[in-house]
């Protein structure tokens, strides 16, 4: 019997690219929709059926559901930029929040009752003291971490009415895949490792550290970083765990242990191989001081580990990917 189809919606994003590879890599059926506002169709193999689709058009999503048979969902596609988020709130609220209400909509006009939901470490409240497990107290600090709690509740009332799911609430995701057949595309970065690879690259004049007062241990914000294809492979077992028939849940993914953004700096310094220039500025409006995961229950219902914990690990292949697409090879 052949395996399941899924629909990755933003499968042409930095994080969906890498799902469509490891649902792919595993011998799934994956079928992509996405607006293409952030992504690229270049993210994905042509040989991946694509709709280019906005999720709030249900109509599009019970067409893919009927043509593919469709088994499940995981849903990527949202304005994922904390930055974005702030600039334009009713945007962010509309896509991540309208947006996935049609989603589960059209999924249960057309039966589809299984869903893996992309969510974010910042719906924790920063206040908790960390590590944070998936029973810490929630309070988003920007309105992206929202729309994820609006999002996150939405798929639980659903679930009350026999949805299957897994929410996957993600830490500082980098690296690229390690083949280098994805990578973060996208044009104008603002996560840390991104920006001062770019830095490195010359495509900056030098990085800027936002906050130097948080009360950490260099007075920097501190984040757990996770490699993009350990979330990406996250997500493969966590629709093996509901297609098993396990318990819909709430997992953290991260690695468990947090650097500071001095830390970043230094490794992504010794990497490259490169001394860029660094200057310190005010914090960032809406940004914690620490978080980092506590991710036993991934690792205990899943089966999740690590396999690329380490932050050289994550920088090093952000790096290659940085250079491969900028044609300074880095394949090696
Ligand atoms: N950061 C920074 N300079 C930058 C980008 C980010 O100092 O150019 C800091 C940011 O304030 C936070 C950490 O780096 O403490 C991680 O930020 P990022 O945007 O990568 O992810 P976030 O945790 O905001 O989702």
New binding site residues.
């Given amino acids: 019997m052949s395996k399941p189809i899924f629909l990755v919606t933003g499968g042409c994003g930095y994080i969906g690219s890498h799902i469509v590879l490891a649902l792919r890599d595993a011998s799934y059926g994956v079928v992509v929709v996405d607006d293409l506002s952030t992504g690229c169709r270049e993210a994905i193999d042509s040989s991946v059926p694509f709709v280019r689709g906005d999720i709030r058009d249900e109509g599009v999503l019970r067409g893919l559901f009927g043509a593919y048979s469709v088994r499940g969902v995981v849903h990527a596609a949202a304005v994922a930029s ?1 930055p974005e988020s702030v600039a334009e709130p009713q945007r962010c609220q509309s896509i991540n929040v309208a947006g996935t209400k049609s989603l589960l909509e059209a999924m249960r006009a057309c039966d589809v009752g299984m869903l893996i939901f992309s969510s974010t470490s ?1 719906v924790y409240d920063e206040g908790a003291r960390p590590p944070f497990d998936e029973g810490t107290a929630l309070g988003p600090l920007n309105p992206y971490a929202q729309t994820k709690v609006d999002g996150e509740q939405l798929i639980e009332s659903y679930g009350v009415q026999g949805l299957s799911y897994a929410i996957l609430r993600y830490f ?1 995701v980098g690296g690229a895949d390690p083949q280098l057949r994805a990578g973060d595309r996208k044009r104008s970065a ?4 991104k ?1 001062a690879l770019e830095c490195a690259l010359g495509k900056r004049s030098g ?5 130097t007062d948080f009360a950490t241990k260099d007075g ?2 501190i ?1 757990d970083y996770v490699h993009v294809w350990d979330i990406a492979r996250a997500h493969v077992l966590a629709l093996e765990h509901l297609l098993a028939g396990g318990r819909s849940d709430i997992f953290n993914l991260g690695v468990g242990r947090g650097f500071s ?1 001095r830390e970043v700096i230094k490794v992504v310094k010794e990497v490259t191989g490169v001394d860029f220039a660094v200057r310190e500025e005010g914090r ?1 409006q809406g ?1 914690p001081p620490c978080i980092y995961g506590d991710v036993s229950k991934a690792r205990q219902v899943l089966g999740y580990r690590a396999a690329y914990p380490r932050l050289e690990s994550i920088v090093r292949d952000s790096w290659r990917w940085e250079q491969f697409i900028n044609g300074l090879g880095g394949a090696d």
Wanted: no cysteine; net charge positive; hydrophobic share 40%.
């Fill in positions: 904390v910042g500082n603002t996560t840390l490792i920006s990085l800027a550290i936002f906050g920097t914000g984040r953004v960032r940004d």
